[in-house]
């Protein structure tokens, strides 16, 4: 009869732990089982009804149980994130004109300097989209008013010669072109370049082919 | 600390552990034995309160076991925190001034209706 019991009891324990958080259940149920059976062996020792009730019980306490709510994990410190802004955000509603004229400032502020930093980067802080852009430099003359000068090939060579700290050099002289395909004329955008410029760049033309070997000056090689 | 006041299962648990690390079992037993069996939770009660002072960190699992001769080593021993035994002391006292509250209105005189 005890036998009967608890195995009955335990079946029904363990089908309303079911319905208990899964948590709680890989926690604990194996130790509520003990204790069921352990209740209900207690009650045997007085007798078939007294086993019997602590079967009925145990199962009603599964079922009441159920009503218990999940634990919350205890309350931290008061953070930042919580308690500062939540009164921040009061402090702000509050504010009416003056939140607003502070806001406005702010985003002003910020704006003017994003879009210089904006600039900057791309002036001076982004390198070059070229392999080893870092290495590049550019050397150029300035007339004594400060303007750009132009810069002669002896002088050029002159440059290379005396300046053992550049690896390699090349000349870039952007120039304008117009020219007429099929017809239409066209103004694109080009410049004149001595030979060594895409191995100093490290690139290779998207199409085509770059410079033949051929001497600096004098007429092209034939293709 | 809880923001809400323990439950009598809770109180008694606490107050047994206060004593010494005790598993599920041995905690029900107590807290039948100090309510003198007002408050005999069942099973999965007890485990469910035992669930919630875990989460809350006012009771933890206790390496401290006793000896071999006595020890259960299927079962887990709890001990209570010093968060527990803060608590604890805050429930006592809360509690301490409701039953205090209640027996000034008893003593004091009723009003006459006029």
């Known amino acids: 009869m005890t036998r009967l019991v608890t195995a009955a009891a335990l079946a029904a324990v363990r089908l309303l732990l079911f319905l208990h958080p899964s948590a709680f259940r890989r926690a604990f149920a194996r130790e509520i089982l ?48 919580t308690d500062d802004l939540r009164i921040a955000s009061r402090y702000a509603r509050a504010g009416g004109t003056t939140t607003a004229v502070i806001g406005g400032t702010l985003a002003l502020a910020i704006a003017a300097a994003v879009a210089i930093f904006a600039v900057a980067e791309a002036a001076w802080l982004r390198p070059l989209p070229y392999p080893d852009g870092d290495r ?3 050397v150029e003359e300035r007339t004594d008013r400060g303007g750009r000068a132009g810069v002669s090939v002896p002088a050029f060579d002159a440059w290379v010669r005396e300046l053992p700290s550049l690896a390699a050099a090349a000349f870039y002289e952007p120039r304008d072109a117009t020219v007429v395909i099929r017809g239409e004329a066209d103004r694109l955008a080009g410049a004149t370049v ?24 004098g007429p092209p090689a034939k293709s | 600390m809880p923001d809400r006041p323990l439950s009598p299962v809770a109180v008694l648990a606490l107050s047994s552990l206060a004593e010494s690390p005790r598993h599920g079992y041995a905690i029900k037993k107590a807290v039948a034995l100090r309510s003198r069996g007002d408050v ?50 805050s429930e006592l006292a809360r509690l301490e001034r409701l039953i205090e509250a209640a027996r000034a209105t008893r003593r004091a005189p009723q009003r006459s209706r006029a």
Not at chain 1, 57 to 78: C, G, T
């Open chain 1, 34 to 81: 003990d204790d069921v059976r352990r209740d209900i062996a207690e009650g045997a020792g007085r007798g078939a009804v007294h086993a019997g009730a602590a079967g009925v019980r145990a199962i009603l306490d599964a079922a009441s149980a159920l009503k218990d709510r999940r634990p919350r994990r205890q309350r931290r410190v008061p953070s930042f994130w």
């Open chain 1, 136 to 138: 590049l430099v550019r």
């Open chain 1, 194 to 217: 001595s030979r060594e410029l895409f191995d100093v760049l490290g690139v290779r033309p998207a199409i085509g082919r770059t410079f033949t070997p051929a001497p600096r000056f």
């Open chain 2, 40 to 89: 005999r939770p069942g099973a999965t009660s007890l485990y469910r309160t035992l669930w919630q002072l875990l989460e809350e960190g006012l009771i933890a699992e206790s390496g401290d076991r006793p000896a071999a001769a006595v020890d259960d080593e299927r079962r887990r021993y709890f001990r209570i925190t010093p968060a527990g035994r803060r608590a604890l002391a």
